[in-house]
């Protein structure tokens, strides 16, 4: 394999991602969706309710739970259940790098099948792996740039609105965890996912809505994170990492296998 081809493919996808800005507003809503919510039930609620969390007596269990955990015990009962909340809503900031990367490779395969421009590159030396590496990596990192960013702006408000200790409580492990282990191997998962039908078909729709299988689990977490029939601990978030990588070098396997140059050339017109 030639990292100088994929380096140089990579720059190529980067840049064609500068003309398309808009590509990225599925991932920049699910991102702000994921910010906003625990404002609006861990501050605003409150404050025009008059209630605070810490009076109501259907948390006060909330409480007591999240202080097990280690260095939660300083906070206040107030701040403890809005961390909770916080941490809990990460999750959902998970989707947003997800929706990111499934937008970015769909179109990144079926968008120059399209415009014509992917069989140039295929009668270059290029190998199909280093070909769907560069286009994995090319929608793979700025999703991930994104949840840098989603989560730097979650810690400015935490930290300008909510209580003290809230935004100190989401650097801890688990919340980490969730983010950068999890989440970007969730992306990483969509995106192969995306890339491996794109090889196939000339619909962006199609591997899109393939894609967008990785959302149900995510999407099940939360809910049972708030039901409170389900805590996402550390040994958990690194057996899901694990068991997302193992996917992960399937799935770029499969669409090895998958994306018959051929084909592309002949019968894609």
């Known amino acids: 394999m030639s990292w100088s081809r994929v380096t140089a ?45 810490a009076d109501s007596a259907d948390l006060r269990i ?11 015990r300083a906070l206040a009962p107030e701040a403890a259940i809005q961390a909770s909340l916080f941490q809990q809503f990460l999750v959902l900031l998970v989707l947003s790098p997800v929706a990111a990367a499934m937008s970015i490779a769909a179109y990144s395969v079926i968008g ?12 270059t030396p290029l190998t199909t792996f280093e070909l769907l590496l560069a286009k994995t990596l090319g929608a793979f990192l700025p999703a991930l740039a994104l ?6 702006v979650d810690l400015a408000v935490a ?15 688990r919340p980490l965890g969730v983010l950068f282990l999890m989440g970007p191997m969730a992306s990483l998962t969509a995106l192969s996912l995306a890339v491996c039908v794109s090889a196939r078909v000339n ?30 601990t550390l040994p ?34």
């Open 112 to 123: 120059e099948k399209q415009a014509r421009t992917l069989e140039p590159l295929l009668a």
């Open 62 to 72: 909330a409480v007591e739970f999240y202080r097990q955990q280690p260095g939660a």
């Open 147 to 152: 949840s840098f960013v989603c989560f730097a």
């Open 203 to 232: 619909d962006a729709r199609s591997a899109q809505q393939l894609a967008a299988l990785v959302v149900l689990p995510i999407t099940a977490l939360l809910i049972a994170q708030i039901a409170g029939g389900f805590v996402v």
């Open 236 to 269: 958990f978030i690194l057996l899901i990492t694990a068991g997302l990588a193992l996917v992960n070098v399937g799935l770029l396997r499969l669409g090895v296998s998958l994306f018959d140059r051929e084909t592309i050339l002949t019968r894609w017109k």
């Open 9 to 53: 493919l990579l720059g190529k996808e980067l840049t064609d991602l500068r003309g398309r800005p808009g590509i990225f507003f599925p991932g920049l809503f699910t991102g702000a969706v994921a910010i906003l919510l625990p404002v609006f039930v861990a501050i605003l609620v409150p404050a025009f309710t008059g209630e605070r969390l």
């Open 159 to 173: 930290g300008l609105f909510a209580e003290p200790g809230v935004a100190r409580a989401l650097l801890t492990p």
